[in-house]
């Protein structure tokens, strides 16, 4: 189960359309109006392809999806300690 953080619309329909589990966007916005601004998070179910694969393997199929799917998506690594700040 997954939820919106405050703020965010959660839109699972959508992001089926691009193999994301679910899509966010800010409130009172749309999804093709956050991907134009560069306003999104997304979630993905990766399979894990073996018992030795490590979280940074999963974490580069799941950018590999998403960028075949979402040409203009970047990805930007950050610190755990900064995740949730603006």
Do not use: F, H
């Amino acid at each position: 189960m997954v939820c919106a953080p405050k703020g965010w619309t959660v839109d699972s329909k959508i992001g089926s359309q691009y193999d994301m589990y679910a899509v966010y966007y800010p409130d009172g916005s749309s999804w093709d109006l956050a991907r134009q601004s560069g306003s999104v998070m997304c979630i993905t179910i990766v399979d894990k392809p073996d018992d030795n694969a490590t979280v940074e393997q999963l974490m580069a199929i799941d950018t590999d999806v998403l960028k075949r799917n979402v040409k203009s998506a970047v990805s930007k690594k950050r610190r755990a300690d900064s995740v949730g700040r603006y």
